[in-house]
């Protein structure tokens, strides 16, 4: 088969193609965003009519994709790794429910956090949930493990996670294709009680999961990823898990043979690799990318074992994405440096760009809210975070999808006045209306402000299901219609929206403001594709 | 063969029709290669940069180690300085000298071209000006790219041919522009390397 350049995210998308995909369930989420963009772009799929369109949110796409699995089908859903927290109540019953066609759920994790707010490992969920997780370290294992992915998925009749990384997601390589899987026909589960978490069958499936989880490590589709080249050094094993696999090889290529390495890319993983590996070494070396969880589980509280090395210790740094550097270092190798940067370099923080509606809101709601001091505009997730930097210095909350609004119901609760919330159109459908529902009921005197972009912008400008249907939401939910203001932040009507603003902080029940102006991206892009069609 | 190459400028700068032209040039030599791009937030007028690698065995690691560049291309002059703790004793900075101003306290350009003098082996080039004499402004990546080219082991030839399929469906007229101004960078450093 032919070679393709393609992004980690990339090879997981045509891998799930190759292997007979029915439908591609996602919310846009950096760095997970690219695996549903290559799957809306691919002529074969559209041409096979499989489900590609976005969700509302990561719990939706969940379940949505749980619904596939339920009809036979092989169902993917992607996220970045916050979503999996959203995702979390359908994903761990998924577990309990089992699935029927196969069922991968994708997590791409962010460490250093280049583009999120924490850097949670999704390794843990696996874990919590009783479900086993891939790790590729390349592209090509990741196109592999796909396939394997599916076939464990439908053997043992359960998800599986599959965890990636922001340096894998993000990094292009040459991959080799394997001739593609047709797709499953609609097929019902033979048991029409699987679906039914009622206490009583979920007893019985809880112990069923749990004999599964012990069962599932010695399938050979696990051990695949997991395996063990012995060294001729007794001084020090290496484990090294998914990506960081790589930065080991960068380091020891050349003396390979020297070290005995065991290689961990899906868990869960047996306790005899590990006691083979521990009875030949003197001390072993934990290289892994997140947080410590091989290195935990190795050391116990006791840790009074073989003498291990790894973040817990200082090693590794605790916290933060690992590099060949890091690694080096760890391996009490020589490590190289160029020159320092130069003190002439000064940081260049992301900013709004030129044209951009959210510059020209914040401009306004500065002016409107500051006779009445800091410290009273919540907000959120999007491209509009960036107004907690100078030159603005808006908000005062970035903390996850809706909690703007939610946020300012509750200090509205407390007394603060005016409570503020300023909230993307695309993470409004995501989280925000519900939150929204519960200050309309309660006539919390908050004022909603939606900056409606028309499009999920931070993530590259991908469809925002609020497009269009903001104001009906917004009244649907009970809003007061004529507290429903909608309003265009541009320069010229800074004055008028200013005076908009603080009307509508001085109203003491729920008050919407809709702040429509399409994203300069997309505008960009659709004019451009316009004149070209013409 | 090995070549490690940083790309650096600010997003939006589109220093990934570098790095996709390279690696399609890549491919057709049979190269090994991985690229890591950024995504994501730092899109949105950050520092952006990619890391590069070709070579003719297998490659492990998606970033290259610091100190081991042995070459870094930047859109942006002060974008260059930013990754020197990843460019090797004897790698090439090679760099435009029109800077991208979008934060306040930018430095004076004269502070960052003294800074970039100071590297042993550096190529400073006034790529705008040389993209709007071959005709079109917007192709000053290639620019860069072909005054980059000499330090990068694969033939004229096989980048001229990348070049031509990551424009081609844009039209014959672009593919000529930037055909024309990726020779026209060539030729400002012609004989740089013997």
Redesign the interface.
């Known amino acids: 088969m032919k ?1 393709l ?1 393609l ?1 980690g995210d990339e090879a997981i998308a045509q891998a799930a193609l190759d292997a007979g995909l029915s439908g591609m369930y996602a919310y846009p989420g ?2 997970s ?2 695996i549903m963009e290559y799957i809306q772009a691919s002529p074969e799929a559209a041409d096979r009519k499989v489900h590609r369109e976005w969700s509302s949110n990561e719990k939706t796409a969940m379940e949505a994709a749980l619904g596939m699995s339920y009809a036979g089908k092989r169902a993917m859903v992607a996220m970045k790794h916050v979503g999996l927290n959203v995702a979390a109540d359908g994903f761990i019953n998924s577990a309990m429910t089992g699935v029927n066609g196969g069922l991968i759920v994708v997590s791409a994790d962010d460490p250093s956090m ?2 999120s707010q924490n850097e949670q490992d999704s390794r843990f969920y696996g874990r919590f949930a009783l479900v086993p997780c891939f790790e590729p370290s390349n592209q090509q294992e990741a196109y592999e493990m796909i396939f394997d992915a599916f076939e464990l998925s439908e053997k043992f009749r359960i998800p599986v996670l599959f965890r990636i990384t922001t ?2 997601a ?5 991959v080799s294709g394997r001739e593609p899987v047709p797709e499953k026909k609609l097929t019902l589960p033979e048991d029409p009680g699987q679906f039914v978490l009622l206490p009583a069958i979920a007893r019985k499936k809880y112990k069923n999961l749990l004999s599964t989880f012990e069962t599932v490590k010695y399938d050979f589709r696990l051990g695949k990823y997991n395996n063990f080249s012995d060294g001729r050094k007794r001084e020090l094993g290496i484990i090294a898990c998914g ?1 960081a696999y ?2 080991l ?2 380091n020891i ?1 050349d003396a390979a043979d020297d070290f005995p390495v065991l290689k961990i890319s899906a868990y869960p993983f047996t306790k005899e690799l590990i006691v083979d590996i521990t009875s030949r070494c003197d001390e072993i070396l934990v290289l892994e990318e997140g947080a410590p969880v091989v290195e935990e589980a190795l050391r116990g509280i006791l840790d009074n074992g073989i003498k291990i090395y790894g973040r817990l210790d200082g090693t590794v740094p605790r916290d933060g994405e690992l ?3 890091i690694v ?1 270092r760890a391996l009490g190798l020589p ?8 003190a ?10 030129k044209g951009c509606g959210h510059a020209d809101m914040f401009t306004a709601l500065n002016e409107a809210v500051n006779p009445f001091g800091p410290g009273r505009v919540f907000s959120d997730i999007g ?1 509009y975070t ?1 107004a907690a930097l ?2 603005y210095c808006s908000i005062i909350s970035c903390v996850d999808m809706g909690a703007s609004v939610t946020m300012s119901v509750g200090a509205a609760d407390a007394g603060l006045f005016p409570s503020i919330a300023v909230i993307g159109d695309s993470t409004f459908t995501h989280s925000g209306m519900t939150g929204l529902l519960d200050a309309v009921v309660k006539n919390s005197p908050v004022t909603i402000i939606i900056t409606d972009n028309s499009t999920t912008g ?3 400008g991908q469809q925002s299901q609020a497009t269009g249907r903001l104001r009906q939401i917004c009244e649907g939910l009970g809003v007061a219609s004529e507290h429903v203001i909608e309003i265009v932040p541009l320069r010229k009507n800074h004055d008028e929206n200013v005076r908009i603003m603080r009307e509508e902080f001085e109203y003491k029940d729920v008050s919407v403001i809709i702040a429509s102006r399409e994203c300069i991206q997309t505008a960009t892009r659709r004019k451009r594709t316009e004149a070209s069609a013409e | 063969m090995k070549n490690d190459i940083i790309l650096s400028g600010v997003g939006g700068q589109g220093i990934l029709s570098i790095a996709a032209a390279i690696g399609l040039a890549a491919v057709a030599n049979e190269l090994f290669l991985k690229q890591s791009e950024v995504h994501g937030m730092s899109q949105r007028g950050g520092d952006v940069q990619s890391h590069l690698r070709l070579s003719d065995k297998p490659v492990s690691s998606d970033l290259i180690p610091h100190g081991k560049a042995d070459l870094i291309i930047s859109v942006e002059p002060m974008e260059s300085l930013r990754y020197l703790p990843w460019l090797s004793g004897e790698g090439w900075l090679v760099t435009n000298s029109n800077p991208f101003i979008n934060i306040p306290d930018y430095p004076p350009v004269e502070d960052i071209i003294t800074e970039i003098k100071k590297v042993k082996n550096h190529i400073i080039i006034d790529a705008d000006t040389i993209a709007k004499e071959v005709g079109s402004a917007r192709s000053g990546n290639m620019v860069i790219l072909g005054a980059s080219s000499w330090f990068i082991d694969m033939s004229e030839g096989s980048i001229r041919e990348a070049i031509k399929n990551l424009f081609g469906k844009k039209g014959e007229e672009i593919v000529e522009v930037n055909l024309k101004a990726f020779m026209a960078g060539r030729a400002y450093t012609a004989g740089i390397r013997s």
């Open positions: 070679k350049l992004l950096t760095p965003t690219e280049h583009s340096r894998l993000h990094s292009r390589a040459s990506i790589n930065y090889m960068e290529s590099n060949p550097s080096a490590v190289s440096f160029g020159d320092n940067v130069p002439v370099v000064k940081m260049r923080p992301p900013s709004f760009c491209c960036l100078p030159p931070m993530t590259g």
